[in-house]
T-cell receptor
């Protein structure tokens, strides 16, 4: 499975956009980029995923670079409830599509 | 309606006991998973079942035995509990075994071994 690299933590003010980077330079052509988050004392929550194209849903936007070696998760207007650890994961078909979680990025949203 | 539900939410028991954790999903998904999150907060896959058949078994001790009576349920039985089994166990499900299908998680079972 391709490895991902994320900053251990970032700062974000309430109401501002949060841009969370992820590096996945060894990604293969058939591997998807997934983003999950884990709010304290809860299970991981699916946010968004993509293969090549940028994606947007009601929670966030996912920007994948043309060479697919990195991506950015964008929360357009962060709220206090977005405080969580955010995980960027590359999902490989060769491993029966299991998710391999790293350490993620801690995003405290400050008032 | 809770999509993926686990019971119990908290489980406190003594070393050497046998315990079970239950998981049910009402999403109509074919694939279910068990993950373990240890004290350092690392989440690791343990098992995966697709249509009641085991497809992933990640070097988990034999004391852990998953059972899937039907597609909507995946239970985890643990024999002879050890101190190192203390962790949060998460159940998840996905529509099918596909890289284009997200997994949906329950809120976890917090297991504490005394």
């Amino acid at each position: 499975d391709a490895k991902t690299t994320q900053p251990p933590s970032m700062d974000c003010a309430e109401g501002r956009a949060a841009n969370l980077p992820c590096n996945h330079s060894t990604i293969s052509g058939n591997e998807y980029v997934y983003w999950y988050r884990q709010i304290h004392s809860q299970g991981p929550q699916y946010i968004i995923h993509g293969l090549k194209n940028n994606e947007t849903n009601e929670m966030a936007s996912l920007i994948i670079t043309e060479d697919r070696k990195s991506s950015t998760l964008i929360l357009p207007h962060a709220t206090l409830r977005d405080t969580a650890v955010y995980y960027c994961i590359v999902q490989s078909g060769g491993s029966n599509y299991k998710l391999t979680f790293g350490k993620g990025t801690l995003l405290p949203v400050n008032p | 309606d809770t999509a993926v539900s686990q019971t119990p939410k908290y489980l406190v028991t003594q070393m050497g006991n046998d315990k079970s954790i239950k998981c049910e999903q009402n999403l109509g998904h074919d694939t279910m998973y068990w993950y373990k999150q240890d004290s350092k907060k690392f989440l690791k896959i343990m098992f995966s079942y697709n249509n009641k058949e085991l497809i992933i078994n990640e070097t988990v001790p034999n004391r852990f035995s998953p059972k899937s009576p039907d597609k909507a349920h995946l239970n985890l039985h643990i024999n002879s509990l050890e101190l190192g089994d203390s962790a949060v166990y998460f159940c998840a499900s996905s529509q099918e075994v596909s890289p284009n299908q997200p997994q949906h998680f329950g809120d976890g079972t917090r297991l504490s071994i005394l």
